[in-house]
């Protein structure tokens, strides 16, 4: 998905077409904000779709999982997948019903997985995942032994081909409605970090990027 690239049969936005953005950073943008994606499959019997832990590296969007997991098995058989991802923004409330909106960042992703078959560079990605939750716990969590390792397959989908959809600003409300006696604008939406709580066997004292997690943006 080069800088600026003309979306493809299943990327070009038709429906409100105004709000698709087809830059790579902008999708970028969408990936690094967010912690889970949706991942949609067919098995050949029914379809499903899986809510999963994500990360992006470079021009690849990765997942991790068990072996033996379904979600793995199922993506490591040269399965068609349909990734998408989407930040709340706020509501908007126009003065009619029909008008109310939401603002929103989203992003969906086609193509199939590849499994990262290098140790050595499944120990780097899971490092960046953990960098991704939270900078500088990659420097303090115990890294993953070789029987984890050998446990935890690690999957890369390229991102060659995705679209991005934004909805951001106000009501746009008719203007036979202007007049009507209805508050009209946006509720704001933040994902916020919370007071951390430390486990019933926690004995350390917490690190700066704990310290200061309460009140950060996440999202």
Known sequence: MPSGSAPTARTRIRRLAERAVYEQAALYAVLDAAYVCHIAFYDGTSCHCIPTACWRDGDYLYVHGS???RLVRQLTGDNEVSVAITLMDGL???KSAFNHSMNYRS????????????????????????RHLLPGRELQARPGNDKELAATSVL???LDEAAVKIRDGGPEDDA??????VW????PMQLMGQAPLAAPHNTVAAPDYVQTWAGRNVG
């Open 67 to 69: 072996n033996g997991g």
């Open 92 to 94: 908007v409330l126009a």
């Open 107 to 130: 992003a969906v992703i086609y193509g199939r997985f590849e499994v990262v078959a290098d140790a050595q560079e499944k120990r780097r990605l899971l490092d960046g995942f953990m």
């Open 156 to 158: 890369a989908l390229r």
């Open 176 to 181: 036979e409605d202007m007049d009507l006696p």
């Open 184 to 187: 009209a604008g946006v509720l």
